[in-house]
């Protein structure tokens, strides 16, 4: 059965600053991959998502992920942190066989230091 | 477009009450549809999922139950509400398998 774990419950950088979020998933086979972004009291949004091809892929608001096979990990980058970016961010692994079922990541919180 | 619609927005109920939670899509048809719990720490967890009109598989044994009357609608309910119960509810629906999910504004429910 898959898995996710991100690693960090709460990171906090200052505004300007560049960030990675760390996911690691579990699978046997390549699986699909997300990332996803709640803010307070709301539903969760599709920043990028990995399903096959290039290992680098671009999101909304400025958002890229790199797939790495060796390391089963799908980490989450930005160059510049605006305020906005505050929020909680969520790794999701599923795979074929799973009917769309996806696998979430327990999330990891960012704050934006002024 | 595509919209998913998810109320009540927030929910008190008490111990022992009866549930109902509703979640329409809109904009496509034959959808796969999800209920999830988020509860603070823990990440989501995967309640319920429909891949057709009746058809309602659950993940984890609970005190509640999902049901899937028309073939955009998605209902979770309770006939008598725990403490644990109390959590945010978010319903979700995809295309297909290989799709990501889209998530309704969910529902904050307390029990108390």
């Known amino acids: 059965a898959q898995s996710v774990t991100q690693p960090d419950i709460h990171i906090t950088v200052s505004e300007g600053a560049s960030l990675e979020l760390r996911c690691n998933y579990s699978y046997g086979a390549t699986p699909y991959l997300f990332w996803y972004v709640q803010s307070p009291g709301q539903g969760l949004q599709l920043l990028l998502k990995?399903?096959?091809?290039?290992?680098l892929v671009q999101g909304i608001k400025g958002f890229e992920a790199e797939f790495k096979r060796s390391q089963s990990s799908f980490n989450l980058r930005k160059p510049s942190v605006h305020w906005s970016d505050a929020a909680e961010y969520f790794c999701a692994v599923g795979a074929p066989e799973s009917q769309g079922n996806l696998i979430f990541g327990k999330g990891t919180k960012l704050s934006v230091k002024p | 477009s595509q919209t998913i619609h998810q109320w009540p927005a927030t929910l008190v109920q008490p111990v022992g009450s009866p549930l109902s939670l509703e979640c329409t899509v809109e904009?496509?048809?034959?959808?796969?549809l999800y209920w999830y719990r988020q509860a603070a720490g823990r990440g989501l967890q995967l309640l319920f999922y429909?891949?057709?009109?009746?058809?309602i598989s659950s993940e984890v044994p609970q005190n509640l139950s999902a049901s899937r009357p028309q073939d955009r609608q998605f209902i979770l309910s309770s006939k008598k509400l725990l403490l644990s119960d109390s959590g945010f509810y978010l319903c979700?629906?995809?295309?297909?398998?290989?799709?990501?999910?889209?998530f309704g504004n969910g529902t904050r429910l307390t029990v108390t």
């Open positions: 904009g496509t048809s034959n959808p796969n």
């Open positions: 990995y399903f096959s091809g290039d290992t």
């Open positions: 979700a629906w995809s295309v297909s398998y290989n799709s990501p999910l889209h």
């Open positions: 429909s891949v057709g009109i009746g058809q």
